[in-house]
């Protein structure tokens, strides 16, 4: 089965523009969260998609917004970008499930975006 | 910003030393999970823990959930070169609202 797919893996911007990135799940996985990286700040959480609807946010600007398509593929936008938005952007997905036991996520590689 | 606090935030050891590392937080979780995370690729996940006080082992990596749900520690026994990595605590209290450590750079001298 294959793996998480995020592209591109490399990005580079300047500021002001505006960029999307992409996350294929595993085939089957209808949740899809989205993660900024950073060397300053470690992982943290910036929302997560099921069934095409965002189920839980985190504490980002609006800057930074999100979609998921009927085929659980989902697609981050960053807009107005700052330096501060360099990072490596980890998209994870979890498979269905019950209950309200935890769910294991699969992260991606990873796209690495610089903002000059 | 992380909620939880993860320490050492670095390490350097003699292949075969055992390895020890913890997470601490002011918030109860409900589900302790540590990963790994090598370069140019995303965490993988090594150890989930469901319950306060549980102790869960894969291979040579102990991991337990400490009794008051707001810290967790890993151990590595007889580390061997390919445990060099970062290594990453999460806290997850709603369905996948989880926060992370700042990760443990782990350096394996042979």
């Known amino acids: 089965k294959a793996g998480v797919t995020q592209t591109p893996r490399y990005l580079i911007k300047t500021r002001g523009q505006q960029v999307t990135l992409s996350c294929s799940p595993i085939?089957?996985?209808?949740?899809v969260s989205w993660y900024q990286q950073t060397p300053g700040q470690g992982l943290q959480f910036l929302f997560e998609?099921?069934?095409?609807?965002?189920?839980n946010k985190g504490n980002f600007p609006g800057r930074f917004s999100g979609r998921q398509f009927s085929n659980s593929r989902s697609e981050m936008n960053v807009s107005t970008l700052e330096l501060g938005d360099s990072a490596l952007y980890l998209c994870?997905?979890?498979?269905?499930?019950?209950?309200?036991?935890?769910?294991?996520?699969?992260f991606g590689p990873g796209t690495r975006l610089t903002v000059l | 910003g992380q909620q939880l606090n993860q320490s050492p935030q670095s390490m350097f050891i003699q292949e075969g030393e055992d390895v020890s590392m913890n997470c601490t937080s002011s918030s109860i979780f409900n589900t302790w999970l540590w990963y790994k995370q090598d370069p140019g690729e995303g965490p993988v996940l090594l150890i989930a823990l469901y319950k306060a006080g549980e102790l869960t082992s894969n291979g040579r990596l102990t991991a337990q959930f400490g009794i008051t749900r707001k810290d967790s520690f890993l151990n590595i026994s007889a580390s061997i070169p390919s445990d060099v990595g970062i290594y990453f605590c999460?806290?997850?209290?709603?369905?996948?609202?989880?926060?992370f450590g700042a990760g443990t750079r782990l350096t394996v001298k042979p």
């Open positions: 085939s089957g996985h209808r949740s």
């Open positions: 999460a806290g997850q209290r709603g369905n996948n609202d989880m926060r």
């Open positions: 994870a997905s979890s498979p269905p499930t019950s209950g309200s036991s935890y769910n294991e996520q699969f």
């Open positions: 998609y099921f069934s095409e609807t965002q189920r």
